[in-house]
T-cell receptor
Framework: AQSVTQLDSHVSVSEGTPVLLRCNYS??????LFWYVQHPNKGLQLLLK??????LVKGINGFEAEFKKSETSFHLTKPSAHMSDAAEYFC???????????FGTGTRLKVLA | DSGVTQTPKHLITATGQRVTLRCSPR?????VYWYQQSLDQGLQFLIQ???????AKGNILERFSAQQFPDLHSELNLSSLELGDSALYFC????????????????FGPGTRLLVL
């Protein structure tokens, strides 16, 4: 069975400091992994996705995620937070052939001036 | 802009009523998914259609139903509404990409916010 755990429900960082949002997954088969961002009162926007071509995935707005099979992790990082990064972030796992996304519970990122 | 459109953006109705939410997928996408997002339950997958046929069901109540039409737009019908049905309802459409393996990526619409009074 697939599952995804976002280890922090809330993360606060100061503007200009690094961001780390943690995600661990469980999947019987090779997973597809995604990060989505949801700004207040907005839909979900795809940040990046793991395609198995490279373990370090670059996304939009300076975000990156690294797939670590040994740790079953797919943590999201950004070197320098911007005020506009304040939003809720969702880690998603999907296994090829299941047609289903399994969402994490979300991490709310707060960026302090 | 994901290319997925949803109407209406907001909907206010009373308990016991019926509403219809509409979704138009991205051009070329054959799959449509419906999700419910509420404060207490997070994002829940409701149902998926692929090229007009139901493909997968999630936590969809019997009072809810959906369909996908020949032009690929989809409608989610919610009936006998209860206060607890107040939520944000998202539609997503998907495309498949091939590379080292096939991978599906879902693109989400802006959502319909339903308030049941």
């Amino acid at each position: 069975a697939q599952s995804v755990t976002q280890l922090d429900s809330h993360v606060s960082v100061s503007e200009g400091t690094p961001v780390l949002l943690r995600c661990n997954y469980s999947s019987s088969y090779s997973p597809s992994l995604f990060w989505y961002v949801q700004h207040p009162n907005k839909g979900l926007q795809l940040l990046l996705k793991y395609t198995s071509a490279a373990t370090l995935v670059k996304g939009i707005n300076g975000f990156e995620a690294e797939f670590k099979k040994s740790e079953t992790s797919f943590h999201l990082t950004k070197p320098s937070a911007h005020m506009s990064d304040a939003a809720e972030y969702f880690c998603v796992v999907s296994t090829s052939g299941t047609y289903k996304y399994i969402f994490g519970t979300g991490t709310r990122l707060k960026v302090l001036a | 802009d994901s290319g997925v459109t949803q109407t209406p953006k907001h909907l206010i109705t009373a308990t016991g009523q019926r509403v219809t939410l509409r979704c138009s997928p991205r051009s070329g996408d054959l799959s449509v998914y419906w999700y419910q997002q509420s404060l207490d339950q997070g994002l829940q997958f409701l149902i998926q259609y692929y090229n007009g046929e139901e493909r997968a069901k999630g936590n969809i109540l019997e009072r809810f139903s959906a369909q996908q039409f020949p032009d690929l737009h989809s409608e989610l019908n919610l009936s006998s509404l209860e206060l607890g049905d107040s939520a944000l309802y998202f539609c997503a459409s998907s495309s498949w990409t091939s590379g080292t393996r096939y991978q599906e990526t879902q693109y989400f619409g802006p959502g319909t916010r339903l308030l049941v009074l």
